[in-house]
Nanobody
Framework: VQLQASGGGLVQTGGSLSVSCAAS????????VAWFRQAPGKEREFVAA????????YYADSVKGRFTISRDNAKNMVYLQMNSLKPEDTAVYYC?????????????????WGQGTQVTVSS
């Protein structure tokens, strides 16, 4: 499966932004999907994950209550709605897919990755 992240941009502190992950090659409904992010000089970190059916969602503590992950399998899309954005949310956001969700926060769980989209939160 090929993944394409989009929707990043520049937003002020406290604002909202939604990023999207589109799949091609295979149906995304076969995969669990996660969002990771990487800020300059830092390691790529887990943000959120959603099971193939959408019935299970997981969040990093740093975004819980502010971000919402969702999916539309009919459209082969996964979304990350980001509210109450902070400057520390500034990063390149990547979507990733896996047949497993047991270790959902580990990068090594996901064999398929999109190219990333930049999200910048100004203070």
């Amino acid at each position: 499966v090929q993944l394409q992240a989009s929707g990043g941009g520049l937003v002020q502190t406290g604002g909202s932004l939604s990023v999207s992950c589109a799949a091609s090659g295979r149906t995304l409904s076969s995969y669990n999907v996660a969002w990771f992010r990487q800020a300059p000089g830092k390691e790529r970190e887990f943000v959120a994950a959603i099971s193939w059916s959408g019935s299970l969602t997981y969040y990093a503590d740093s975004v819980k209550g502010r971000f919402t992950i969702s999916r539309d399998n009919a459209k082969n899309m996964v979304y990350l709605q980001m509210n109450s954005l902070k400057p520390e949310d500034t990063a390149v956001y990547y979507c990733a897919a896996s047949g497993s969700i047991t270790y959902y926060s580990l990068r090594t769980t996901y064999p398929y990755w999109g190219q990333g989209t930049q999200v910048t939160v100004s203070s």
